[in-house]
């Protein structure tokens, strides 16, 4: 199985650059299609997509979300924090199954 | 809108199995694969499962082969998945989930069912 490592948690302030990084244990780009996903989830809700195939926006999704990477290193970057963006963020991947999940990043204030 | 309605908790004893559904409105149901993922609580995202509901075409997790099993009912448009010989490690909320198309992540979502196994 692809295993993803995520750092568990990232302190932040409101207005600042949030940088969240997810690693592969192989490749999980095919031809020009990196296939790594984000979502967001917070408490007591489902998660949420919010970048498909490492750098493409869901529906609805703010632009001060943005992703970026290939192979095995991907990133999820957040500018500017705000409050309501407090929440857990998952990559997974969808380049072999099973699809596996990273182990989360939790965002916080610092 | 694409929605998902998952069935309610359950609180279920050990040993026991335990069924729960999924009504997608919105789409086509027979058009898409539908997934099914673990959250322990506090913990990450564990993929299950798929299913096609044209076909009933299945793909598992190596890990929930043989605890898991999922099945569509085409008249009511409701994807099942059930969970046998239950024990503490299943407790967990359980959600089903759709992507658009093939490695677009899953943009859908349902609330989630929350599984307690206790005696």
């Known amino acids: 199985d692809i295993v993803l490592t995520q750092s568990p948690a990232l302190a932040v302030s409101l207005g600042q650059r949030a940088t969240i990084s997810c690693r592969a244990s192989q490749s999980v780009s095919v031809s020009r299609y990196n296939l790594m996903h984000w979502y967001q989830q917070k408490p007591g809700q489902q998660p949420k997509l919010l970048i498909y195939r490492a750098s493409n926006l869901a529906s609805g999704i703010p632009a001060r979300f943005s992703g970026s990477g290939s192979g095995t290193d991907f990133t999820l970057t957040i500018n500017p924090v705000q409050a309501d963006d407090i929440a857990t963020y998952y990559c997974?991947?969808?380049?072999?199954?099973?699809?596996?999940f990273g182990g989360g990043t939790k965002l916080e204030l610092k | 809108q694409v929605k998902l309605l998952q069935s309610g908790a359950a609180l279920v004893k050990p040993g026991t199995s335990v069924k729960m559904s999924c009504k997608p409105s919105g789409y086509t149901f027979t058009d898409y694969w539908m997934s099914w993922v673990k959250q322990s609580h506090g913990q990450s995202l564990e993929w299950i499962g798929e299913i096609y509901p044209n076909s009933g075409a299945t793909n598992f997790n190596e890990k929930f082969k043989g605890k898991a099993t999922l099945t569509v009912d085409k008249s009511t448009s409701t994807s099942y998945m059930e969970l046998s010989r239950l024990t503490s490690e299943d407790s967990a909320i359980y959600y089903c989930?759709?992507?658009?198309?093939?490695?677009?992540?899953?943009?859908?979502w349902g609330q989630g069912t929350l599984v307690t196994v206790s005696s």
């Open positions: 997974q991947q969808s380049r072999e199954s099973p699809w596996t």
């Open positions: 989930t759709r992507s658009n198309y093939n490695n677009y992540g899953f943009a859908y």
